[in-house]
């Protein structure tokens, strides 16, 4: 990069100073640990740019590791119900989600960007954007801010930022990029190694464990497919539940659900190129709810009212990743 040249992140913060009120910082609904550290490093970034903002988010904090990440790294979030001063004046920074997904509410004030790392959004209404879908972290994403600004992560979000890293990318073996070992290499020695330790041996509960064990009866294969359904409304859960499906030594693709009060949300994960997680799940959904994400995961949620009713719900979605599997069969080399 050129010296003197603006960057996003000047870029963003000459944006935000025209806000007529607050600047809030909005992850998905369900903070894991890669949108809490993107935050955390927004936050920063945007401080030395002499812009306050206020991290919120909605639903609740469900894992261990998540919530520890609060106390270790010293992040402060704010639950919606508790952000008093919120309202249709103040200007929001969506970050690892995009508007007009199903992890995120609409909040009453004005999104005016978004940094994240999932596939394009089909609402591009923001006047700033760094979506980057090929990255396998959001973390990666804020981190490269800090060098291409040249300034210094302090040890509290280096940290926050390796393990966000290490977190989305399942220990650098699932959706890795270029962006993220280089990100990996440059934040080393910048972070405590002993606060990864801590967090890294602090991620189950006995509850979790329990929902575990009644997932695991559930558990059914047809062919290189599996099928897990979680009696769980702990949307984290559910995606460790796919990964512990995709586990099995002979599922390729691993398709869970649980059912809410609200819907049924879906958590979809991949290990072959050939079958995208995203386009499962979107098959699944398909005029019936919402759904995308990654090549190797996605999630997508349908509303209870949609669901058909002549189909049990977990038929309708052994059905159709069933059916949409098989039809990628019928694509093979040559045919």
């Given at each position: ?7 996003r ?9 025209k ?18 550290a993107s ?5 920063y970034?945007l ?5 306050e ?5 909605d639903?609740e904090?469900e ?7 609060l106390?270790?790294?010293g992040i402060?979030?704010?639950p ?6 919120l ?23 004005e ?5 994240d ?9 923001c ?13 990666s ?6 060098f ?19 977190k ?17 290499y440059?934040?080393?020695?910048h972070?405590d190694?002993?606060s ?21 009866s ?20 559910l ?5 512990i499906?995709l586990?099995?030594d002979t599922?390729?693709v ?30 699944i ?10 090549a ?18 977990d038929?309708?979605?052994r059905h159709?990743?069933?059916?949409w ?11």
């Amino acid at each position: 990069m050129t010296v003197g040249a603006r960057t996003r992140l000047d870029e963003l913060a000459d944006l935000l100073r025209k806000a007529p009120d607050e600047v809030f910082l909005q992850p998905h609904n369900v903070p894991d640990p890669d949108a809490i550290a993107s935050c955390a490093g927004l936050q920063y970034l945007l401080a030395e740019r002499g812009i306050e903002a206020k991290i919120v988010y909605d639903r609740e904090l469900e894992k261990t590791d998540a919530i520890m990440m609060l106390e270790v790294f010293g992040i402060s979030m704010i639950p919606v119900s508790r952000a008093e001063t919120l309202d249709e004046r103040d200007w929001t920074v969506l970050v690892d989600v995009q508007k007009g997904t199903s992890n995120v509410t609409d909040l009453v004030t004005e999104e005016v960007a978004v940094i994240d790392h999932h596939e394009l959004g089909s609402d591009r209404t923001c006047a700033f954007s760094d979506i980057r879908p090929g990255v396998g972290a959001c973390s990666s994403i804020v981190a490269s801010w800090f060098f291409e600004n040249r300034i210094e992560p302090p040890a509290r979000v280096a940290g926050a930022l390796v393990f966000g890293i290490m977190k989305d990318t399942e220990n650098l073996v699932r959706g890795v990029s270029e962006l993220d070992i280089e990100m990996l290499y440059r934040l080393f020695g910048h972070y405590d190694p002993s606060s990864l330790r801590k967090l890294n041996g602090n991620q189950l509960t006995m509850a979790d464990l329990r929902h575990y064990a009644d997932a695991f009866s559930t558990v059914e294969t047809y062919g290189e497919l599996g099928f897990m359904r979680l009696d769980c409304s702990d949307d984290s859960l559910l995606g460790s539940a796919s990964d512990i499906v995709l586990s099995l030594d002979t599922v390729k693709v691993a398709v869970s659900w649980s059912v809410r009060d609200r819907g049924i949300k879906l958590s979809v994960r991949s290990e072959i190129p050939e079958a995208p997680a995203s386009d499962c799940v979107r098959a699944i959904v398909a005029g019936l709810g919402v759904g995308g994400g990654h090549a190797h995961m996605a999630g997508g949620f349908i509303p209870l009212d949609r669901l058909p009713a002549d189909k049990p719900a977990d038929l309708l979605i052994r059905h159709r990743a069933i059916t949409w599997f098989e039809s990628l069969e019928m694509k093979a080399p040559g045919g």
